[in-house]
């Protein structure tokens, strides 16, 4: 009798099994299954030579496996704008940030390829329905993952109102003025560095 | 792939990431209006103990207290 219940359960899942494997997915890095992995070969060749005792799990039993990306696009992007000493945006859902990446002005909108994009020193705009917030930042990263979270990383970030136009551009003329009279290679690397700040600064004011 | 073409300019001269990214945000910081400014600039403020180390016994250390203005 037990083992007729036995039987009786194993037949549903079986014929869920089926749907899946009908389904024609093509099988995707992203689609991680939602059960712990475990070592398969380590297992194996535990069961090999020691038959008897369990086999101890391995470090990558215990790591939970990536979140698959939901199925359908989401609405809103969440942006996590982090600096070292505070944390701006913590989950907050917005529509579109603009991100200013070396390869140029970067628009981050919900489903966006999943991407790591290293940041110049420019603007960042949040944008929320009708408010746009701008914040000027120094350097860092951008991590967009594929559940539509931005993370956005950076050592310094200031919004557009807090810069004084006077230091931006007295600092513009010192570094132009340091490029022309430096001698070694890190000199001129910094007053290059100076020039990019100061004219993103100075950027940031007028447009 | 381009393994080692376009390296930043920055690291073309010798200067690493974390150098580059420090240097950007002084500047920045240097260029805020007053409240702001002094309140960034005292984020950058460095304290540290050194002691140098002689036939391996440390000597007597010291305590520096280093800002970004160098």
Same mark, same amino acid.
């Given at each position: 009798m037990l083992r007729q219940v036995s039987r009786l359960? @194993?037949?549903?899942?079986?014929?869920?099994?089926? +749907?899946? =494997?009908?389904?024609?997915r093509a099988f995707f890095s992203t689609d991680v299954p939602a059960t712990p992995t475990e070592d398969s070969t380590f297992v194996e060749s535990w069961k090999k030579l020691i038959p008897n005792i369990e086999p101890p799990k391995t470090p990558s039993a215990f790591m939970k496996p990536r979140p698959p990306p939901p199925s359908s696009i989401? *609405?809103?992007? /969440?942006?996590?704008?982090?600096?070292?000493?505070? *944390? +701006?945006? *913590?989950?907050?859902?917005?529509? =579109?940030?603009?991100?200013?990446? /070396? /390869?140029?002005? =970067? @628009?981050?909108?919900?489903?966006?390829?999943? /991407?790591?994009?290293?940041?110049?020193p420019g603007i960042l705009s949040v944008h929320e329905g009708n408010d746009v917030t701008k914040y000027l930042l120094s350097s860092g990263f951008a991590f967009i993952h594929a559940n539509s979270v931005a993370d956005i990383i950076v050592v310094e970030a200031v919004p557009i109102d807090r810069i004084d136009q006077n230091l931006v551009q007295k600092g513009l003329a010192e570094f132009t003025q340091k490029l022309n009279s430096a001698t070694t290679e890190l000199e001129k690397a910094e007053a290059q560095v100076g020039i990019d700040v100061h004219s993103a600064l100075n950027a940031a004011l007028t447009g | 792939m381009a393994s080692n073409a376009a390296v930043p300019f920055w690291r073309a001269a010798g200067m690493t990431y974390i150098t580059y990214s420090n240097i950007c945000a002084t500047m920045v910081r240097n260029c805020l209006k007053e409240p702001y400014r002094t309140e960034a600039l005292s984020r950058e403020k460095v304290h540290y103990s050194v002691s140098k180390w002689v036939d391996g016994n440390p000597e007597k250390p010291s305590i520096r207290s280093d800002t970004s203005q160098e």
């Open positions: 359960l @194993g037949r549903p899942i079986a014929a869920q099994q089926q +749907v899946k =494997m009908l389904a024609g989401p *609405s809103k992007l /969440t942006v996590n704008f982090v600096l070292p000493y505070e *944390s +701006v945006l *913590s989950g907050k859902e917005v529509d =579109m940030v603009i991100v200013p990446a /070396t /390869t140029g002005q =970067m @628009g981050v909108l919900p489903g966006h390829v999943p /991407t790591i994009a290293e940041l110049k | -």
